[in-house]
């Protein structure tokens, strides 16, 4: 349902996307971070083509309600489960700064003994939350990150 549209945002600032259920927000977001395709032209990001360019993997970081990966044999998504959040941790940190990971995960209150199966949906979320910020990205695309965080864990979030 969009057409036309049009839109460039400086480095370094903060965008807020309304609009009523429905209205395409979660599709939008989800076609910027190439998880939808579109014919080359039509969504650009850093100048480049949001699905074609899969180099903008290691500059952009969608993270949206869901957290599932795709089980071939079982024909949908499934959520993660039966992970240890210190491995998550481990694989998501190569390469980044310790003091970037220690930060982030005090600040979002991660327990790195956690299992997702025995967490919370809030604690689950968090996790998320982490693994999605612990590599510095030039994007940051957030459709609604807060779903499942306790009022005070969603002001650190935020």
Known sequence: SLQDVSFS???GSR??????NGAGKSTLLSVLGGKHMVEEGMARVLGRPAFHDTSL???LAL???NWTHTVAFVGHNVPYQAMEVS???ESHSV???ATRVQRLVSL????SSWNLTTV???QRRRVQILCKLLKPSSVLLLDEITTDLDLLARQVAL
Request: aromatic letters at 0%; proline letters at 4%.
């Open 15 to 20: 965008t807020l996307l309304l609009g009523a």
């Open 108 to 111: 979002l209150e991660v327990d």
């Open 9 to 11: 945002l400086p480095a």
């Open 57 to 59: 993997a290691t500059e």
């Open 87 to 89: 491995r998550l941790i």
């Open 63 to 65: 993270l949206t309600g």
């Open 95 to 97: 390469g980044v700064d």
């Open 120 to 122: 919370s949906d809030g």
